[in-house]
């Protein structure tokens, strides 16, 4: 196989056919532009542009992108096209044959239902919506997946707590954990009872933390919010006292290289910290964060640390089974992951 042996530069072909897992995958960030075209159409829903080539400008993040706060008002442009019921099901769906296409076997997909509720269709609705369009994708494509329901930064401690409670109703069915996300020039302290109570009914805890704001909000995901994992960690690069604690507990980091480059939290390639994690013996994971906004699949992100920091195959592998460690499985499913990761292309 071209690129396939231990020591030389992987190829797409390569990297592609390795079996991966994407462990930071929002759902809302995923979705088709020809799918926004077509629903936004069907749903009466303006779009700036009719077709996907015009679309692609609006919906992907802009060359100007300087800050996590740039990005995130990328969603904006599409944010009421997702609430026409039926679309979030859709864009599950599709996220799991698109996976597959990517060589991707399992997937956590994490949305936050209240970003796409409205008057006339409750959170509860979108949760099912997701949740069925993830099963039908996963029958279709054999991607197995866990859905991570997000607590939003903006949101009120009432709103982020019926989003827990949300979660647990669905514990068991589908939902795998819940996630903080947004704005990190917000606190999270304010949510720590609700995700107290996430992890009290079972449910694991993953933050973004490190992302926009420093290592005090990883700091804080750790000891105020319970996480289990961290999305992005950057800024830990810049503490050597929480690095060796990340370390020493062994806390797995969601890395998304492209979207940190994008958002900015981390200036060039050169210096993003993914690989002085790496050696210094975290438990990093490459994960693709938002692939349609950020225009990545998750073998690209592979391919891209690959080439950057000299990975083989070898240890590209090794990436996709540290993802399969830090997921959000019971024993026998982690164990039944590592054998489909493991196995020889
Ligand atoms: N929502 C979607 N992408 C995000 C990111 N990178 N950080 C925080 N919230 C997000
Ligand atoms: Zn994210």
Known sequence: MSGGGAGLPPDLAAVRALPKVDLHCHLDGAVRPATLLETARAGG?????????????????????????????????????????????????????????????????????????????????????????????????????????CAYRPFTVEA???????????????????????????????????????????????????????PESVREALDVLGARRIGHGCAIARDEALLARVRDEAVPLECCVTSNLQTQAVASLDVHPFDAFRRAGLAVTLNTDDPAVSGVTLSDEYLLAARTWGLSLDDLRALALAAVDAAFLDDAARAALRRRVGAPS
């Open 45 to 149: 829903v303006p779009l700036p542009a009719d077709t996907v080539d015009a679309l692609l400008p609006h919906v992907r993040v802009s060359p100007a992108c300087r800050s996590l706060d740039d990005f995130l008002a990328t969603f904006e442009t599409f944010y009421p096209v997702l609430s026409v019921p039926g679309v979030m099901g859709r864009a599950a769906r599709e996220l799991l044959l698109d996976a597959a296409d990517d060589g991707v076997v399992h997937v956590e997909a994490r949305f936050c239902p209240d970003l796409q509720a409205t008057p006339q269709r409750p959170a509860e609705d979108v949760v099912l919506e997701v949740l069925e369009g993830l099963a039908r994708g996963s029958a279709e494509s054999g991607v197995s997946y866990g859905a991570i329901v």
């Open 160 to 214: 982020n707590e019926r989003m827990v409670d949300l979660a647990l109703a669905f514990a068991g069915k589908g939902v795998v954990g819940v996630d903080l996300a947004g704005p990190e020039s917000l606190p999270g302290a304010p949510f720590a009872r609700a995700l107290e109570r996430a992890r009290e009914g079972g449910l694991p805890v993953t933050i973004h933390a490190g992302e926009a704001a420093g």
